[in-house]
């Protein structure tokens, strides 16, 4: 596929009526969101080779800042060194295997507990506690077992394979060219920071955000905001990852006044938190357009759209950010990216909303474990002092999500319960559902070749 410039997504992406459905499978077998032998498949062919976001680089901004990343029985020691570098390590000393760390820390070396062997946070080995008991040693051939960790738009990613390709090569040109300019590295989580089991296949999560037509039975309220007409919607298919966007317009109501999209537009904060500060200037524009009785009446070109990308170009770059890489359409579109294997993402000018699934460290099939994050665009002074912390849930629904979220979060649980009856074979996806589908034929082919 040729490339797209940065910025031109939506006029350039393939439309959902143009896709190639012959090429996708539309059935799915239900075995795979609650298979043991299927998810031990997943494990060796996906997870132990497949390049995954372990967290932020400014959650490490100092050196000898580390923290453990475990998938499955697979932990990994992630830490910042002294040339500023973040490196992963596998968590096992090089002695006799004791694990290393748990949970995180700054630390000038790692030491391990059991015959006190030290390491370096380059891993190299330094000491052996008694060496006087230890007899010759080759300190070179003893460091901790490296695996390769990379860093793009402020993630921190590692991939369990000594030997994976590039993350850039992982990634590809069209997705570091179509996220770069939203300068996601110098966006903080504000508001939203949350880990929590769920009673649901790591996929059903993945499933569930790859797609917009459970809006219709899951978020009502979206849309009269989200505009799902046939043919609207755009896609667009990088490597193992790609893009979905639906044009952010108010006007599927039937007959929808210029008004009610101004409402619709007044409403988007309960999903869109950050639409919130561009109001004022949203509201100043529209009523450079009111006549004297206060009725609205835009001129020719002018919409609600349009008036909506303007006031957010102009509240953000009054803020600060940078936004001349971003088109009209980035302003207020909320473009869904998704990164093989578990990384979902709606981006718009100034702020994104991640959402990650992983299976469950007990190996059940049937629970995940999700992390979503709201980040937000600020100005560096601003940005430690509205910082939200992670928060960890320990008591399952007590955690207040914002709306579309929560509904997916009852949702998405429902729909395992279904999933596990054995008398239920393969799911239907249908036409809007085409990015699951390709989520799946991607998943197909790891699990056929992990080449
Ligand atoms: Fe770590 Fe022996 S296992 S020092």
Not at 19 to 32: H, T, Y
Not at 35 to 53: A, D, K, N, P, Y
Not at 167 to 191: C, F, N, Q, W
Not at 263 to 289: C, H, I, K, S, W
Request: aromatic share 10%; with cysteine.
């Amino acid at each position: 596929m040729a490339q797209i410039a940065p910025g031109d997504w939506i006029r350039n992406t393939v439309p959902l009526d143009e896709l190639d459905f012959d090429a996708l499978n539309l059935k799915i077998p239900v075995e795979r969101y609650s298979s043991l032998g299927f998810q031990e498949h997943e494990r060796t062919r996906v997870w132990m080779i497949v390049w995954q976001i372990v967290g932020r680089a400014d959650e490490l901004p100092q050196a000898g800042d580390w923290k453990v990343y475990t998938i499955f029985d697979q932990s990994f020691i992630i830490v910042r060194g002294r040339d500023e570098k973040i490196r992963g390590f596998v968590n096992a000393c090089r002695h006799r295997g004791n694990a290393l760390c748990e949970g995180k820390g700054r630390a000038k070396r790692f030491t391990c507990p059991y015959h006190l062997w030290t390491f370096g946070i380059d891993g190299k080995l330094q000491g052996v506690g008694r060496p006087d008991l230890v007899g010759s040693i080759d300190k070179d051939a003893h460091g901790l077992v490296e695996v390769p960790v990379d860093t793009f738009a402020g993630f921190i990613f590692l991939n369990p394979d000594p030997d994976a390709k590039p993350l850039a090569e992982a990634l590809g040109r069209s997705v570091i060219d179509g996220l770069s300019p939203y300068k996601l590295d110098e966006m903080t989580p504000v508001g939203m920071d949350v880990r929590e089991e769920l009673n649901c296949n790591w996929k059903v999560v993945m499933d569930a955000f790859s797609e917009g037509y459970h809006i219709i039975g899951v978020h009502p309220e979206l849309l009269s905001v989200i505009d799902l007409q046939a043919g609207n919607s755009r896609h667009g298919v990088y490597g193992d990852h790609g893009m979905a966007v639906s044009p952010f317009e108010v006007k599927n109501t039937a007959n929808c006044s210029v008004e009610q999209q101004v409402q619709g537009v007044r409403d988007l904060p309960g999903t869109f938190p950050t639409v919130a500060e561009v109001l004022p200037m949203f509201e100043q524009m529209v009523n450079r357009y009111r006549d004297a009785a206060g009725e609205l009446m835009l001129p020719k070109g002018v919409t609600v759209r349009t008036l909506l990308q303007q006031a957010t170009r102009e509240t953000l770059t009054l803020k600060g950010l940078d936004v001349s890489g971003l088109s009209d359409d980035q302003m207020g579109d909320s473009q869904g990216w998704f990164l093989f294997p578990n990384f979902f993402m709606t981006i718009r000018a100034g702020e994104a909303t991640t959402i990650m699934a992983f299976p469950h460290p007990d190996g059940d099939p049937n629970r995940c474990v999700w992390h979503v994050t709201a980040y937000m665009w600020l100005p560096t002074a601003f940005r430690a002092e509205h910082r939200t912390d992670l928060v960890e849930v320990t008591e399952p629904g007590t955690y207040p999500y914002f709306l579309a979220l929560q509904q997916d979060y009852d949702q998405m649980q429902r729909q395992q319960v279904g999933l596990r009856n054995r008398g239920m074979k393969h799911i239907s996806l249908i036409r809007e559902e085409a990015s699951v589908a390709r989520f799946h034929a991607v998943l197909d082919r790891y699990l056929a070749d992990p080449a």
